[in-house]
């Protein structure tokens, strides 16, 4: 037989000058494996599977990766295997690469993933842990992603998360990988439905490394009222590691904020800025709450700093951070905006929006626009800039008019809003969102029968909507009339919200109502806490007010005055009790 080698010069008998060296360094040419008759039969194999009989070229080419022992032969096999849909063919290749080539791991990873697609999960054991065991600790936390993913496609998902466990059953009882191979099978026995079983796993990752904010992680995903263990694991890691994983304590203050726990979520990024300063996205989440809690000097602060440490990152070539980084900065631009017409600066306010850039943050830029000039007295230019805005979707349309209803529900022109209002709910009878403002609207102008019927076919068209629950209870209970059923509609309200302040401070209000009022200061007294709104306020100063408490009721009323001077609960509430604090 021919055998195809490498081609050689021969020696000259005289070196050039300047070539010994690059001489000396040269391995010597090899001969290759690669005979005439094995080129033909890959050549052959080739023709063949790309002229429609996948099955014979399959054949030739295994057959030469065989002889020639090529990794690159057999991971062809395998792809001509999976084009013509023969999993058990690509399988076959793939073991027979790793019995040629023991040590491949690429072998070792394709036989895997076939196994799993095949889904044949019961044999994926052992490999499994030899990937695992030929994994180093840097590459881990790759790994294990991978893994995760993987294996989260099977159909018998409970079979899988037990397939995993029993291949990382040397990671499981190690201190410096235990945490995220606990953490690993946690994922999955959560993607079979079993939220116990990975509550469990994410607590003995936790028991066996601490440090690893992999179990913390996975308990974040189940932070829920049902789920009353998963926050202490998140607590325990962040509390004992105050400068590790950041993006953890943000994810983490996040879920507080969609939990309306405001205060501990402002307490984690209070934390958060002090041991990492330098980090800009927790000073806009911090301003952000601030400013929701009416501390405005504090949020301006915050919000600036965050401008300041994103201009600092300019230099960051990644295309998405830019984007994020931008839009960030439009929102701080807002948020800036919004504290600047608190204090009725109007030009501040116009001068912070026209900082801000991009053709969606415009549409909302020229949206406050109008807000402010309603605000000025300039109800119908408002009016109008809102109208001259583009429709590129339906949205746009709809956001358009939800913005010129609100601003004559600012400017108290309700009936114009009211009239806006029933056109549009006309046309789409089962849009919650209309209904809800309609019945809104219909309260300020005393419609209560209107309010009511409203809301009842709110919460015929979506039994899960809280406000809904929350709003027909409250209006009953501030009336004084139905108390019994007002406290049976807030208390659906509560199930369906738990956490949110403006749900317990209905349901403190009509407790005070039924004559509870030691119960009534107990719920107002925390949801003020937790959210120091005047509202809130107003109701809370009110209770004790009543009770003798005046001057604690004093203190309540001022401070809520400091936040909102204007609320018409407060004002309201101070003029019927003649107070004047």
């Given at each position: 037989?021919?055998?195809?080698?490498?081609?050689?010069?021969?020696?000259?008998?005289?070196?050039?000058?300047?070539?010994?060296?690059?001489?000396?360094?040269?391995?010597?040419?090899?001969?290759?494996?690669?005979?005439?008759?094995?080129?033909?039969?890959?050549?052959?194999?080739?023709?063949?599977?790309?002229?429609?009989?996948?099955?014979?070229?399959?054949?030739?080419?295994?057959?030469?990766?065989?002889?020639?022992?090529?990794?690159?032969?057999?991971?062809?096999?395998?792809?001509?295997?999976?084009?013509?849909?023969?999993?058990?063919?690509?399988?076959?290749?793939?073991?027979?690469?790793?019995?040629?080539?023991?040590?491949?791991?690429?072998?070792?990873?394709?036989?895997?993933?076939?196994?799993?697609?095949?889904?044949?999960?019961?044999?994926?054991?052992?490999?499994?842990?030899?990937?695992?065991?030929?994994?180093?600790?840097?590459?881990?936390?790759?790994?294990?992603?991978?893994?995760?993913?993987?294996?989260?496609?099977?159909?018998?998902?409970?079979?899988?998360?037990?397939?995993?466990?029993?291949?990382?059953?040397?990671?499981?009882?190690?201190?410096?990988?235990?945490?995220?191979?606990?953490?690993?099978?946690?994922?999955?026995?959560?993607?079979?439905?079993?939220?116990?079983?990975?509550?469990?796993?994410?607590?003995?990752?936790?028991?066996?490394?601490?440090?690893?904010?992999?179990?913390?992680?996975?308990?974040?995903?189940?932070?829920?009222?049902?789920?009353?263990?998963?926050?202490?694991?998140?607590?325990?890691?962040?509390?004992?590691?105050?400068?590790?994983?950041?993006?953890?304590?943000?994810?983490?203050?996040?879920?507080?904020?969609?939990?309306?726990?405001?205060?501990?979520?402002?307490?984690?990024?209070?934390?958060?800025?002090?041991?990492?300063?330098?980090?800009?996205?927790?000073?806009?989440?911090?301003?952000?709450?601030?400013?929701?809690?009416?501390?405005?000097?504090?949020?301006?602060?915050?919000?600036?700093?965050?401008?300041?440490?994103?201009a600092n990152r300019g230099g960051n070539k990644d295309a998405d951070d830019a984007a994020d980084r931008?839009?960030?900065?439009?929102?701080?631009?807002?948020?800036?905006?919004?504290?600047?017409?608190?204090?009725?600066?109007?030009?501040?306010?116009?001068?912070?929006?026209?900082r801000v850039d991009g053709a969606d943050e415009l549409v909302a830029a020229q949206t406050r626009r109008?807000?402010?000039?309603?605000?000025?007295?300039?109800?119908?230019?408002?009016?109008?800039?809102?109208?001259?805005?583009?429709?590129?979707?339906?949205?746009?349309?709809?956001?358009?008019?939800?913005?010129?209803?609100?601003?004559?529900?600012?400017?108290?022109?309700?009936?114009?809003?009211?009239?806006?209002?029933?056109?549009?709910?006309?046309?789409?009878?089962?849009?919650?969102?209309?209904?809800?403002?309609?019945?809104?609207?219909?309260?300020?102008?005393?419609?209560?029968?209107?309010?009511?019927?409203?809301?009842?076919?709110?919460?015929?068209?979506?039994?899960?909507?809280?406000?809904?629950?929350?709003?027909?209870?409250?209006?009953?209970?501030?009336?004084?009339?139905?108390?019994?059923?007002?406290?049976?509609?807030?208390?659906?309200?509560?199930?369906?919200?738990?956490?949110?302040?403006?749900?317990?401070?209905?349901?403190?209000?009509?407790?005070?109502?039924?004559?509870?009022?030691?119960?009534?200061?107990?719920?107002?007294?925390?949801?003020?806490?937790?959210?120091?709104?005047?509202?809130?306020?107003?109701?809370?100063?009110?209770?004790?007010?009543?009770?003798?408490?005046?001057?604690?009721?004093?203190?309540?009323?001022?401070?809520?005055?400091?936040?909102?001077?204007?609320?018409?609960?407060?004002?309201?509430?101070?003029?019927?009790?003649?107070?004047?604090?």
């Open positions: 037989m021919l055998t195809i080698e490498h081609s050689a010069q021969p020696k000259p008998a005289v070196k050039p000058k300047g070539t010994a060296a690059k001489a000396a360094s040269e391995p010597a040419p090899q001969p290759s494996a690669l005979t005439a008759d094995l080129f033909y039969e890959i050549l052959m194999g080739e023709m063949t599977a790309r002229s429609g009989d996948p099955g014979s070229g399959y054949a030739l080419v295994l057959d030469a990766a065989r002889r020639l022992r090529d990794g690159k032969l057999f991971q062809r096999a395998v792809e001509i295997a999976l084009q013509s849909r023969s999993g058990d063919a690509a399988l076959a290749a793939a073991r027979a690469w790793q019995e040629a080539l023991p040590t491949s791991r690429d072998a070792r990873r394709i036989e895997l993933q076939i196994l799993i697609a095949l889904n044949r999960i019961g044999e994926t054991v052992e490999p499994l842990r030899a990937e695992v065991a030929a994994t180093s600790q840097v590459e881990r936390p790759l790994l294990m992603a991978v893994i995760a993913r993987n294996y989260a496609r099977a159909s018998d998902k409970k079979l899988a998360a037990s397939v995993v466990e029993q291949a990382l059953v040397d990671e499981l009882k190690s201190p410096t990988s235990g945490g995220l191979a606990w953490a690993t099978v946690g994922r999955l026995r959560l993607n079979a439905g079993d939220a116990s079983g990975a509550l469990e796993a994410a607590r003995k990752g936790q028991e066996i490394d601490p440090a690893s904010d992999a179990p913390a992680a996975l308990a974040l995903e189940m932070i829920d009222p049902g789920q009353p263990l998963a926050e202490p694991i998140v607590t325990r890691y962040l509390s004992s590691n105050p400068k590790a994983a950041p993006d953890l304590r943000i994810a983490y203050a996040r879920v507080l904020v969609e939990n309306r726990r405001f205060n501990d979520s402002a307490a984690q990024l209070q934390v958060l800025t002090t041991s990492r300063p330098e980090l800009a996205e927790p000073w806009l989440l911090l301003g952000s709450l601030q400013m929701q809690a009416r501390q405005d000097a504090a949020a301006e602060t915050s919000i600036k700093r965050f401008i300041e440490l994103s931008k839009r960030g900065v439009s929102q701080a631009y807002f948020a800036l905006s919004q504290l600047a017409e608190r204090r009725k600066d109007f030009t501040a306010a116009e001068r912070w929006l026209a109008a807000a402010l000039l309603a605000r000025q007295g300039k109800l119908p230019q408002a009016r109008e800039m809102i109208r001259s805005l583009p429709e590129r979707t339906p949205d746009d349309k709809k956001q358009k008019f939800l913005a010129e209803v609100q601003l004559l529900r600012d400017a108290k022109q309700y009936q114009a809003a009211y009239d806006m209002l029933a056109q549009a709910s006309a046309k789409s009878p089962d849009d919650g969102d209309l209904v809800y403002d309609q019945a809104m609207v219909a309260e300020k102008l005393n419609r209560l029968d209107d309010m009511e019927r409203l809301l009842r076919r709110l919460i015929e068209l979506k039994p899960e909507s809280q406000n809904a629950y929350n709003a027909l209870g409250y209006s009953f209970a501030d009336r004084k009339i139905r108390l019994d059923e007002a406290r049976t509609l807030i208390q659906k309200a509560v199930q369906l919200a738990p956490e949110d302040p403006f749900i317990a401070d209905s349901l403190g209000w009509v407790e005070f109502r039924l004559g509870n009022t030691t119960e009534a200061i107990r719920i107002l007294e925390a949801a003020y806490k937790t959210r120091p709104d005047p509202e809130i306020g107003a109701h809370f100063g009110e209770v004790l007010w009543s009770t003798g408490q005046k001057d604690r009721a004093v203190t309540v009323w001022k401070e809520a005055l400091l936040s909102d001077a204007e609320n018409e609960t407060l004002q309201e509430t101070l003029k019927r009790l003649r107070v004047k604090p």
